[in-house]
């Protein structure tokens, strides 16, 4: 797959979301905001290197002039609301009890320090994958400065929106030996209502030229239920799309509005079921519901190591996940990498099955890296040709 436009990924306070300029120039200011010096739009190569912006979208970072017509109405908009740091320490074995002579403990061959949370997760897989996105996220306090220099550090444009409380910062463990993490996720800010507005603020702003806007991840405590209710309904009014990847009581609300593509693993489709979902036939019971009712136009039902289900309105396509060419590590990652190439690929003018193909690819590869480190993108490639599609025929079995 090959993206000739460049995407702007956005991440807010609490929750993630994604979201990519494709300089379809639909407002004044996305009219005349775009332009690069020399008059050369940064999807043509420009060597402008990203960086950090404020909220005005004022610093380092590429832009895009409406004339661009390689890059034109191709893109995504993600979305973060909790962003957090991630101190990961590596050892041979976690051991616990006692010992004579007090804990006893194996040497820790190597910390990293990395940056986690669906939107910005999404930003890094899209430019992984060929794209180039703006990561919007919410920063706080010290955490909130050193988030900041690390996605400068990796190269990842970034707009953060400044808030009162610390960026949380959480804790990865991996052990060598069991070839497990353990992710220790403290609670995240609390955010005031201001700063709920500002990033709705910061949303209308943004949204204008990117036909794709992508939210996922959970809201952080101090907004709304709603919130991405209204999130929703701005997307809308802005022309674009929304893809929504989130759980819990701002999942419903959303879903309330509509959305243009849910995607959902097992443990949010079964809340939303209110029954177990074991395989692609409880899936389709769900996508139906979903699609029939406006909820979404486009149903994405993972099912871990069975694959997904993909529902639009032509049908369901069953999407069975590849075999792995490597030991698993950890599936925290997955999900964020699936929103990613799927969206890219939606982006490119894909269809949706084929743009959830690679993204059940980029989900197993994925896995076959530690924590939340990006996956490699010759394995995704090679994954996808091993990701078996099968067209759902006949009525379907259980209704929901």
Not at 40 to 65: F, L, M, N
Not at 196 to 214: F, I, K, M, N, Q
Request: hydrophobic residues 35%.
């Amino acid at each position: 797959m090959v993206v000739r436009s460049r995407s702007r990924l956005w991440q807010w306070p609490g929750s993630e979301s994604t979201a990519a300029c494709g300089n379809r120039a639909r407002s004044p200011q996305a009219a005349t905001s775009g332009a690069v010096p020399g008059g050369r739009c940064a999807g043509q190569g420009s060597a402008r290197p990203p960086g950090h912006r404020d909220e005005q979208g004022r610093g380092a970072g590429p832009r895009h002039s409406r004339d661009c017509r390689r890059c034109r109405g191709i893109g995504e908009y993600c979305r973060a609301v909790d962003p957090d740091l991630d101190d990961e320490s590596r050892g041979r074995s976690l051991l616990g009890g006692r010992v004579p002579g007090g804990h006893r403990q194996e040497p820790c061959p190597g910390q990293v320090r990395g940056r986690r949370g669906g939107g910005i997760n999404v930003a890094r897989h899209v430019v992984r994958l060929g794209g180039q996105a703006v990561a919007v996220h919410t920063a706080g306090g010290e955490v909130g400065l050193r988030l900041n220099r690390l996605l400068d550090e990796e190269g990842v444009d970034h707009v953060a929106v400044d808030i009162h409380d610390e960026t949380r910062e959480a804790l990865v463990l991996f052990e060598a030996r069991s070839r497990h993490s353990y992710h220790l996720v403290p609670p995240g800010p609390q955010l005031h209502d201001r700063e709920g507005r500002r990033c709705l603020e910061v949303l209308e702003r943004a949204v204008g030229s990117c036909p794709y806007v992508v939210a996922s991840g959970s809201l952080p405590g101090g907004l709304r239920d709603d919130f991405y209710a209204a999130v929703a309904r701005r997307v809308k009014e802005a022309g674009s799309r929304l893809i929504l990847d989130t759980s819990g009581p701002a999942l419903r609300g959303a879903l309330a509005e509509g959305v243009f593509l849910l995607r959902c693993n097992r443990t949010e489709a079964e809340s939303l079921a209110g029954r177990a979902i074991s395989g692609f036939d409880d899936a389709r019971a769900l996508n139906e519901h979903l699609l029939t009712t406006g909820a979404a136009e486009i149903a994405v039902t993972t099912l871990g190591a069975l694959g997904a289900l993909c529902s639009t309105g032509l049908g369901h396509t069953e999407l069975y996940a590849p075999p792995l060419p490597g030991e698993p590590l950890s599936d925290a990652g997955a999900g964020d990498s699936m929103v990613a190439a799927l969206t890219t690929q939606l982006a490119a003018g894909e269809d949706p099955v084929s743009a959830c193909a690679l993204g059940v690819a980029a989900a197993a590869a994925a896995m076959l890296t530690p924590s939340t480190e990006p996956f490699d993108r010759d394995t995704a490639r090679s994954l996808r040709s091993q990701v078996r599609t099968r067209l759902q025929t006949g009525a379907r079995r259980r209704d929901l």
